[in-house]
């Protein structure tokens, strides 16, 4: 038990050190106390690894010790709004926020990859598991829209996510994606440009659907 306690007197000595170290040089704090406070914590610290010796403490142990008590007084600090843990904190969260946006945004595009796909396959029965009845009546119908006919070919196109958000207040989450590209005629073979925005909601059971096809307007 008072092995524990020196480990942790130990690490307490070097996170105040450490810390008014840190005051003292971004001059945060009078300097007197600062470093009165500094120099009384670093002498304890060396007064405290010279009993631990003598306990023949292993120098792994107080390093797995004190990588603990760290990680857990960061992680305080971090949601506590201590700085600049909480900086670093917020920078992490945003970092993960981006991975989780690029992932979805990856997905509603696979999406729409697989609605062309199937569109240039003929594939009536695969589009209609991904498109709601009226995406699916556009794609197919050639009365419908002025979408290019059944059998063509959508070919050399780009997706381009021009905007993302909620559907409130069912919270489904939605992307409109900008397919550009070409058409190409089943008959004659040529192509004629082919720009549309596909808007892709996820449904509340996860799945991915398309539920619009517009020409685009503008640049």
Same mark, same amino acid.
């Given at each position: 038990?008072?092995?524990?306690? =020196?480990?942790?007197?130990?690490?307490?000595?070097?996170?105040?050190?450490?810390?008014?170290?840190?005051?003292? /040089?971004?001059?945060?704090?009078?300097?007197?106390?600062?470093?009165?406070?500094? @120099?009384?914590?670093?002498?304890? =610290?060396?007064?405290?690894?010279?009993? =631990?010796? $003598?306990?023949? %403490?292993?120098?792994?142990?107080?390093?797995?010790? /004190?990588?603990?008590?760290?990680?857990?007084?960061? +992680?305080?600090?971090?949601?506590? @709004?201590?700085?600049?843990?909480?900086?670093?904190?917020?920078?992490?969260? $945003?970092?993960? @926020?981006?991975?989780?946006?690029?992932?979805?945004?990856?997905?509603?595009?696979?999406?729409?990859?697989? +609605?062309?796909?199937?569109?240039?396959?003929?594939?009536?029965?695969?589009?209609?598991?991904?498109? *709601?009845?009226?995406?699916?009546?556009?794609?197919?119908?050639?009365?419908?829209?002025?979408?290019? /006919?059944?059998?063509?070919?959508?070919?050399?196109? *780009?997706? *381009?996510? =021009?905007?993302? #958000?909620?559907?409130?207040?069912?919270?489904?989450?939605?992307?409109?994606?900008?397919?550009?590209? #070409?058409?190409?005629?089943?008959?004659?073979?040529?192509?004629?440009?082919?720009?549309?925005?596909? +808007?892709?909601?996820?449904?509340?059971?996860?799945?991915? %659907? %398309?539920? #619009?096809?517009?020409?685009?307007? @503008?640049?």
């Amino acid at each position: 038990m008072k092995k524990a306690f =020196l480990i942790l007197l130990v690490i307490v000595c070097l996170a105040v050190a450490v810390w008014n170290g840190y005051l003292l /040089f971004t001059n945060q704090t009078d300097p007197l106390t600062g470093w009165i406070i500094l @120099g009384v914590s670093i002498g304890v =610290l060396f007064w405290n690894i010279s009993v =631990l010796r $003598s306990y023949r %403490v292993r120098v792994g142990t107080v390093v797995a010790v /004190f990588l603990v008590v760290a990680l857990i007084a960061m +992680t305080v600090s971090a949601f506590a @709004g201590i700085e600049p843990f909480a900086g670093i904190k917020d920078s992490v969260m $945003s970092r993960i @926020g981006d991975i989780f946006v690029r992932s979805e945004d990856a997905a509603a595009q696979r999406v729409v990859r697989a +609605t062309i796909d199937a569109f240039n396959k003929g594939r009536g029965d695969r589009l209609a598991d991904l498109t *709601t009845p009226e995406v699916y009546n556009i794609l197919t119908d050639v009365w419908v829209g002025d979408h290019p /006919f059944w059998g063509c070919q959508i070919v050399e196109y *780009t997706l *381009t996510t =021009l905007r993302t #958000g909620t559907v409130v207040p069912s919270g489904e989450d939605w992307y409109e994606i900008r397919v550009r590209g #070409g058409v190409r005629d089943p008959f004659f073979g040529f192509v004629e440009p082919y720009d549309y925005v596909y +808007t892709v909601v996820r449904m509340f059971d996860g799945d991915w %659907v %398309v539920t #619009g096809i517009v020409p685009m307007t @503008g640049n």
